[in-house]
Antibody, heavy 120, light 107 residues
């Protein structure tokens, strides 16, 4: 059974940093692209960042490029999102999502999400 | 970057009605479009890929169509369990943008 479990969400001050983790199990993690998608309270889905299964290729939304860094450890089956220079508008539930097929970047499994709140 | 829009932003329909949601891309994306359903308090569920391919286990009352810049999601015979927000997503190339969503409820 595919499981994605996010952690690391917290209340942080503007300008602060945070690292989110997503522990994956139940599939061959390194064979699939992964992504982070966020949802601000009462709002829609926003694709944030993606990373292919193997190799260095990463993608970012304009809203986070230069501030967020996605990475993965295929030996530990874990996806990360390093977030710097956080802003109030980054407040959201952050979901980890698994690619349906190799590097297609649509998502068949989602974690339950972790809440990031940016406020002073 | 390609922008995604959806219409309407919300709708209310009766059980048994046919419901149509439109998703538009600001530039052509061939058929690289997915649809998701998000029920209140739940995570998104993948419904349709390649604009019209129904995912396994999705009821056949759901269907998708379109290519290029205009796409539709149709729910034939709306059911109470279909109350949800529906999102389209492009996946031709990064950024893999979602549409703003359409909230569907029962009249």
């Amino acid at each position: 059974e595919v499981q994605l479990v996010e952690s690391g969400g917290d209340l942080v001050q503007p300008g602060g940093s945070l690292r989110l983790s997503c522990a994956a199990s139940g599939f061959s993690f390194g064979d699939y692209a992964m992504a982070w998608v966020r949802q601000a309270p009462g709002k829609g889905l926003e694709w944030v960042s993606g990373i292919i299964g193997r190799g260095p290729t990463t993608y970012y939304a304009d809203s986070v490029r230069g501030r967020f860094t996605i990475s993965r450890d295929n030996s530990e089956n874990t996806l990360y999102l390093h977030m710097n220079s956080l802003r109030a508008e980054d407040t959201a539930v952050y979901y980890c999502a698994k690619d349906w097929a190799r590097n297609k970047f649509y998502f068949d499994y989602w974690g339950q999400g972790t809440l990031v709140a940016v406020s002073s | 970057d390609i922008q995604m829009t959806q219409s309407p932003s919300s709708l209310s329909a009766s059980v048994g009605d046919r419901v149509t949601i439109t998703c538009r891309a600001s530039q052509g994306i061939t058929n690289t479009l997915a649809w998701y359903q998000q029920k209140p308090g739940k995570v998104p569920k993948l419904l349709i890929t390649a604009a019209s391919t129904l995912q396994s286990g999705v009821p056949s009352r759901f269907s998708g169509s379109g290519s290029g810049t205009e796409f539709t999601l149709t729910i034939n015979s709306l059911q109470p369990e279909d109350v949800a927000s529906y999102y389209c997503q492009k996946y031709d190339s990064a950024p893999f943008t979602f549409g703003p969503g359409t909230k569907v409820d029962i009249k």
